[in-house]
Structures are given as structure tokens and as C-alpha cells.
């Protein structure tokens, strides 16, 4: 069973989203929040194992500091929201599901995140095209990476430099 906490200022959109993952008789919500001190408090009561997380919420909260704080307390984030972030954020989350987003789309996306949670592999991974996965985006950008030779570390190449250089120097002097 995945216990999830949903942190989303739109009241509405909370509900439907509670409604959503409800269906589902693996899944459970563990509390509504609309911002961090909510957020903070519904762990206290109910840990979950997995939150979503909007990136804009009420009274000037933002999704990175409540993620940032769940990470603290070693509690896996999805984002939700309607505009993803640029760059990946592996640290502060398992991933941004794209809002709008179907029903399907949610169901892949707690898939997904519930295997990364659990560890284990995916035979097939169906994840919907509004996933982004930061874990996949990060390994994917190290392997992009040219690999690079390592420098000679310079105290040892410098002597020699310096004895050849002196040896130079005195043949031209002396002639």
C-alpha cells in the first residue's frame, strides 16, 4: 500500500486529485495540505510514504521548500505542477508530473514513482509523456559527458621541466 500526501492550494484540484489516486485500492492519502506549516503538520500526524507536491502554494510557499523540508525527513516528493522546471532536481524530487494531466497519466506516474521507492526494476517502463523522471535525467546528462584524461598532477611534472630548462640555459651561457 502507497500512503501519499497531497500539498496543492487549489482546493478543488486537491480533491479531485484525492479522488483520482482513491480508485486505486493500493493507494491511500494520508492528509490535504495547502502549504508548508500543513504539509509539516499532516506528517506529524500520518506519515506517508510519497508526496505530491505543487511548486506554487498559498501564503507565499513554494513546492522546493516543502520538498527540500520532506526530504529532510526523508520523505520522497513527485511534483505537480503546471509549468516543470528547466533542470532536473534529483535531489528534492523523484520527478514533475506536467499538469494538465488524465487519470492514466496519474496512475503511471505513482507506478513509476512507487517503483523507484520500492527499488525494484521495471520491465516495461509506460511512463506518460508529462513525467519527467530527475534520477533518469541526471544519469542520462553524466553518460552525455565526455569522459576526461587525468592531468598529470603538476609538482611532479615541474621539476623536470625546471632541470631541462636550467640545462638549456647554462649550454647557451657557457657555449
Known amino acids: 500500500m502507497l500512503s501519499i500526501l497531497i500539498v496543492e492550494d487549489e482546493p478543488l484540484f486537491a480533491e ?16 490535504l495540505a495547502e502549504d508548508r506549516v500543513g504539509a ?3 506528517v506529524a500526524a500520518r506519515r506517508p510514504d510519497l508526496a505530491l507536491v505543487d511548486l506554487q502554494l498559498a501564503h507565499g510557499n513554494t513546492g522546493f521548500a516543502v520538498a527540500a ?3 529532510d525527513l526523508g520523505i520522497p516528493c513527485l511534483f505537480t505542477t503546471g509549468k516543470a522546471p528547466d533542470f532536473p532536481m534529483p535531489d528534492l524530487a523523484l520527478g514533475c508530473l506536467v499538469k494538465p494531466f488524465s487519470e492514466d497519466d496519474l496512475v503511471r506516474a505513482l507506478k513509476a514513482a512507487e517503483d523507484i521507492i520500492r527499488g525494484r526494476d521495471r520491465l516495461r ?47 647557451l651561457s657557457f657555449g
Do not use: C, D
Not at 479531485?16 to 492528509?31: G, M, Q, W, Y
Open 16 to 31: 479531485t486529485l484525492k479522488h483520482l489516486i482513491e480508485l486505486n485500492p493500493l493507494h491511500s492519502v494520508t492528509a
Open 40 to 42: 509539516l503538520a499532516a
Open 69 to 71: 523540508k520532506l526530504n
Open 125 to 171: 517502463p509506460s511512463r506518460p509523456h508529462n513525467l519527467r523522471l530527475y534520477a533518469e535525467e541526471a544519469a542520462t546528462a553524466r553518460a552525455a559527458q565526455p569522459v576526461r584524461m587525468p592531468l598529470p598532477e603538476r609538482s611532479a611534472a615541474r621539476p623536470g621541466l625546471k632541470a631541462r630548462a636550467g640545462r638549456f640555459w647554462r649550454r
